[in-house]
């Protein structure tokens, strides 16, 4: 390559933006240059590597146990972690069309670093967020607390939309890093939706909502969608603004299909008075119960539950304040659940609560909120769960279907009018989703 081409070249890589003249000469020194053929290993997986690699022209896939981290484009680098910690490469990177490279040895990388410490910065900047790309981190919302403003909207995915698209606009739907007030955002996939974005990811019984009750008892339905937004903030003016920035974003590929605005109540109690979520684990727990484990398809994430219940208040505060602690299963006044004795095997508390064969409690994590007007009013159900399974077992119970024959009580003074079962990814995996638009260099969405 040509003295002259070769610096016309490092000008155009973001890494190297700043530098003059004379610096640009003294990289092409340190620099030699190396043409890859589509399909030639570049480095691999395991083997040692002293060599750090700026791509000039083509592409390169990054690729750990078969399975494709990134892809990397003109200006982008790689190669630097194995020379920073000098182990093993930890992925292989293949040439995707014929490509053109910059390679640096160690002592190069070494003098490049001395001579620019802005580089240095860049190089871990760049770093930091593959680190994140990799290391598996839930969505936040799921266990932000302190919000008293809440919204949530399903979407079914548009016809024919491709699903590239899809993943590139969904993938970068996060929570603004900086908020007035403090945002949260999390986002919930359909099983369908999820198994065809990311079949390597999909986690042990997801699937959708399927009615459930027996004959002559009550009946939940089920209103399955594709996608499942929930935004939180300290007040609703700033919700409100978030909501319509990401309804913008998902609409060019998804029709709304529901929205629902709710609010917390008094001292979060829900509409019959009631503190909600009395027994919900604390923070400390709350992620073990909410995201499935580590070493399973989908660590990280959650299973979601998501469900409208609309209450008949008039019914209900008609009963004498015993009578619906009989209901519930705990005192109104101080939230303490009622002995065995006083607590009917119908209650809330002792349909909801389940435990596995050895006897021990298998915990849901719930976030639910009241909403409603005058007309209409109940329960937004939502909750998190390392298994789908405990979904499952727990309506089982509340609708009578589970073999012993009761039904909670609860339920003849609310009913439920949606149902739906959601997939609530690790952020890792919603940024893989977006990597091929970043390639691309696409704007961030705003929020």
Excluded: C
Excluded at 99 to 127: N, S, Y
Excluded at 133 to 140: E, G, N
């Amino acid at each position: 390559m040509a003295e002259e081409t070769k610096l016309r070249l490092l000008q155009r890589v973001p890494l190297l933006q700043g530098l003059d003249a004379a610096h640009l000469e003294r990289v092409a020194e340190l620099a030699r240059e190396l043409q890859a053929a589509d399909g030639d290993l570049i480095t691999a997986q395991g083997e040692s590597g002293d060599d750090f690699f700026i791509v000039v022209s083509g592409k390169v896939r990054v690729e750990r146990d078969g399975t494709v981290m990134a892809r990397l484009g003109p200006g982008d680098f790689f190669g630097e972690i194995a020379l920073i910690d000098g182990r093993p490469r930890s992925a292989s990177a293949v040439a995707d069309g014929d490509v053109q490279l910059l390679v640096l040895d160690h002592r190069g990388f070494d003098a490049l670093l001395d001579d620019f410490p802005g580089i240095g910065r860049q190089v871990a900047r760049t770093l930091v967020e593959r680190i994140r790309r990799t290391v598996t981190v839930p969505q936040f919302g799921i266990f932000a607390q302190g919000t008293i403003a809440h919204a949530f909207m399903e979407w079914d995915l548009r016809p024919d939309i491709d699903l590239q698209e899809a993943a590139s606009v969904l993938g970068r739907l996060r929570s603004p890093t900086v908020s007035a007030g403090g945002v949260n955002l999390v986002l919930a996939f359909g099983a369908d939706l999820w198994r065809a974005l990311a079949p390597k990811d999909v986690p042990a019984g997801l699937g959708a909502f399927l009615p459930i009750g027996r004959l002559g008892g009550h009946h939940a339905p089920a209103t399955q969608h594709d996608l499942w937004l929930w935004i939180n903030g300290s007040s609703e003016d700033v919700v409100f603004e978030h909501t319509r920035a990401a309804a913008r974003a998902i609409e060019t590929v998804a029709q709304l299909a529901s929205e629902q605005v709710a609010f917390v109540h008094r001292d979060s109690q829900d509409l019959t008075g009631f503190i909600d979520g009395t027994a919900n684990p604390t923070m400390v727990e709350a992620p073990t119960a909410a995201l499935v484990p580590d070493g399973q398809p989908g660590a990280g994430g959650s299973h979601v539950i998501a469900m409208r219940w609309v209450h008949n208040l008039d019914a209900f505060e008609a009963l004498a304040v015993a009578d619906q602690e009989r209901v519930f299963g705990r005192t109104k006044a101080g939230s303490i659940e009622l002995e065995d004795d006083a607590k009917p095997p119908t209650a809330h508390i002792a349909r909801v609560e389940i435990e596995d064969a050895a006897g021990n409690e298998l915990p849901i994590y719930r976030r639910s909120v009241p909403y409603g007007t005058v007309a209409e009013h109940g329960l937004y159900f939502v909750a998190f769960s390392a298994e789908r399974s405990r979904f499952d077992t727990m309506l089982g119970r509340m609708f009578g279907t589970d073999g012993d024959g009761l039904h909670d009580h609860l339920t003849d003074f609310s009913r439920p009018v949606s149902g739906a079962y959601y997939y609530a990814p690790p952020l890792n995996l919603l940024v893989e989703l977006a990597m091929p638009a970043s390639v691309e260099g696409e704007a961030a969405l705003p929020v």
